[in-house]
């Protein structure tokens, strides 16, 4: 049997909608094969997704097995269950491990830097002419896994080849505002649940005199509704500490929504990001928080310059 398998910890909408598309693909191709994975869904894979009929196989590995790994190619993330020896096709688009797993896989190591594995999914569906046969729910899984690693389209790390597969997953199933359909779900966990969300993605380091030493991010669809929980954030962050700042990544309006603790904080970021607004300040386009960071350090080097 083939296994397709990805991260032993955590699985993300890339790798979950890659691996049962691409299992759907192989077996299309008349390739028996079984998704396997003990990891947990994170918050990308929403309700919705994770209700349609294609989902992660009960299947117990065997020693004739074979596998495929999906949106990563760093051993020490493999499950306990993959064999190295066995594997037989590596897909990913995290740079480190190319040479390494190109000198054993030659042509079945396919690790490129692009916006999401679930793009080269798509690429594979056409090279076989059958893009048209792919069913609508697998392709919402896929146009998902695009819109949530390449943060719609608007990360470093998207391509031109990642805008292409998505167009084509759209006009495949006919469905032209999935991006805030899918957004909203997303957004929508992060609301019932704002305390490990912010408390999942925040980060506690003395980067600069500019930044305060806690730094939280939320990405979200649209700003609106959470401003109207500010006062929960403002609560959340001050159990923290009470030097702070959170950045909202709005990706409706592609902007930064900028929370702080006190006025100091917030003169130093006006200058520093050269933006403004009232109780929040408001950053186009979007700055992602490692983006402010290096900001902050290269100012810091340009005063004693
Ligand atoms: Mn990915």
Redesign the pocket.
Known sequence: MIVITVGKSYI?I??YA?SIAYRELLKMKGIEAKFVSNATLNYSITDSLKNISYTIDNYAVNSNDKYIIL?LSDKSYFPEFVDENSIVEII???PGFEEYWNNKLGNNSIIELI????TIIVEKYEQALLLDKMDKDVAKLLMA?IL??TLNFTANITTDRDRVAYNKLEALINEYDYTSEYFSECQKYIEDNLKESIGNDIKFQEVSEILPKVFGQLTIWNVEKLLEKRDLINQIMNSYSNEWMLNIISLKDNSSYIMYSNDDIKNRLKELLNCDGNDILIKTPAMLRKEIMRKALASKKEKYL
């Open positions: 993300d890339d790798g890659s949106d990913d688009h995290h916006g999401s594995v679930a896994a949530d690693n």
